[in-house]
């Protein structure tokens, strides 16, 4: 909330619809509510950290939907037919412990797996564009200009050669027509 803003206040009743008070004088309570702002979250963000692809998703950790086959629950692993079936305390626990051991698992594994790999794969897309701009663009745009009087000639090939005998077979081609009839 800015400074200077004023408060607007709200009325807000607290009692139950199945209260009843004999005294109906009784002041309700009234409480200072802030009026709701769309941009106050925004406030301190600039454009940069807006358009940051470092900026971490906290809600939406797969927007790509890269891992969509990792969704995996109890009923998509264990599953008992009608005719052959466990107690009801058996199942709800096998629940219990499959959901919770899925979770504590991973995050055990995250902890410490999360961190390293983060690093490695962060010093590997590092190099790799590292290379890619250093040496491999270089490389290929002098491939290029090494390589343009080729790229002249097979245009000129094409144009006087290949694109005559194919406009032609076209053209040639063009005129037929197939008609299929039921007999």
Not at 2 to 7: A, F, Y
Not at 24 to 37: G, M, S, T, Y
Not at 171 to 180: E, K, T, V
Request: with cysteine; net charge negative.
């Amino acid at each position: 909330m800015m400074k200077g803003e004023d408060l607007e206040e709200v009325e807000i009743n607290l009692r139950d619809s199945s209260d009843s008070f004999d005294n109906e004088d009784e002041p309700q309570r009234l409480w200072k509510a802030p009026l709701a702002l769309e941009d106050e979250e925004n406030i301190h963000t600039s454009t940069l950290v807006e358009i940051s692809d470092t900026k971490p998703l906290l809600n939406i950790r797969d927007p790509r939907a890269i891992n969509d086959c990792l969704k995996v629950t109890f009923e998509d692993v264990i599953a008992e037919p009608v005719t052959v079936r466990s107690g009801d305390r058996v199942w709800i626990w096998s629940n219990a412990l499959f959901e919770v051991s899925r979770v504590w698992i991973y995050r055990i594994i995250t902890v410490l797996l999360a961190i390293p790999m983060s690093i490695i794969s962060g010093v590997l897309f590092s190099v790799l564009s590292c290379f890619h701009i250093w040496m491999v663009a270089p490389c290929i745009q002098c491939m290029f200009i090494g390589t343009r009087w080729l790229q002249s000639l097979w245009n000129i090939v094409l144009d006087i050669i290949v694109r005559p005998i194919f406009t032609s077979a076209g053209r040639c081609c063009g005129g037929f027509s197939i008609h299929l009839a039921k007999e």
